[in-house]
């Protein structure tokens, strides 16, 4: 069973076009949950680090929710260069600083 | 350098042949990351490195894979015996300490595309 599941996997969206991604978890203890964006024939470049439930972060177009049972990443009014993949991952209490668990991810497909 | 480099970007060997690969991380990074993206899919950790000794393998998913990082900067992952389900892209990434990596995050290279045939 995986531990951290996103959903959709692939989103299409028009310009201005606002919508939210999730990322849900199972872990028993979360020390932290992790977003990450990722373009083709990269590696995942950082967003936000969440700890805790009610917490909220945001960058530009992206805001960040978390609850005890997933995390939201919301896009206000994308624009084509938000198209890419975007990663959740956790790092569970009692495991290593250098292990997070990443979900599959959404493929975000912004068209102008 | 500005970020992490890895090199060799690609890397296609026959089954069998044993590989390295190459992390240079950000200059200072006292924390070392590898971890393995198969295609679709999110990346897998596979160990982790603070200064010079592993502070978690526990991903490493057999003994023909083996990473050092002997001086506490460069890092190499060495997989013996490859076979074509090694066949993946290959992360590594660095922070200051592993505390700021869970604060700020991780800087990533680019990765190593290694394809077994």
């Known amino acids: 069973e995986d531990q951290v599941t996103q959903s959709p996997e692939a989103l299409r969206l028009q310009e201005g076009e606002s919508s939210s991604l999730n990322c849900s978890y199972t872990v028993s203890g979360l020390r932290g949950l992790f977003w990450y964006r990722q373009d083709p024939g990269k590696g995942p470049e950082f967003l936000f680090t969440?700890?805790?439930a009610g917490e909220e972060k945001e960058k530009e177009r992206l805001k960040a929710t978390l609850t005890k049972k997933e995390s939201f990443l919301h896009i206000t009014a994308p624009k084509p260069e938000d198209s890419a993949t975007y990663l959740c991952?956790?790092?569970?209490?009692?495991?290593?600083?250098?292990?997070?668990?990443f979900g599959k991810g959404t493929k975000l497909s912004v068209k102008p | 350098g500005a970020g992490v480099s890895q090199t060799p970007s690609n890397k296609v060997t026959e089954k069998g042949k044993y590989v390295e690969l190459r992390c240079d991380p950000i200059s200072g990074h006292t924390a070392l990351y590898w971890y393995r993206q198969s295609l679709g899919q999110g990346p897998e950790f596979l160990i982790y490195f603070q200064g010079t000794g592993a502070a978690d393998d526990s991903g490493l998913p057999n003994d023909r894979f083996f990473a050092v990082r002997p001086e506490g900067s460069v890092s190499t992952l060495k997989i013996q015996r490859t076979e074509r389900g090694d066949s993946a892209v290959y992360l590594c990434?660095?922070?200051?300490?592993?505390?700021?990596?869970?604060?700020?995050?991780?800087?990533f290279g680019s990765g190593t595309r290694l394809t077994v045939v």
């Open positions: 991952a956790v790092q569970e209490i009692g495991g290593s600083q250098g292990n997070l668990i």
């Open positions: 990434a660095s922070s200051l300490t592993s505390n700021i990596g869970t604060t700020k995050g991780y800087t």
């Open positions: 969440l700890y805790s």
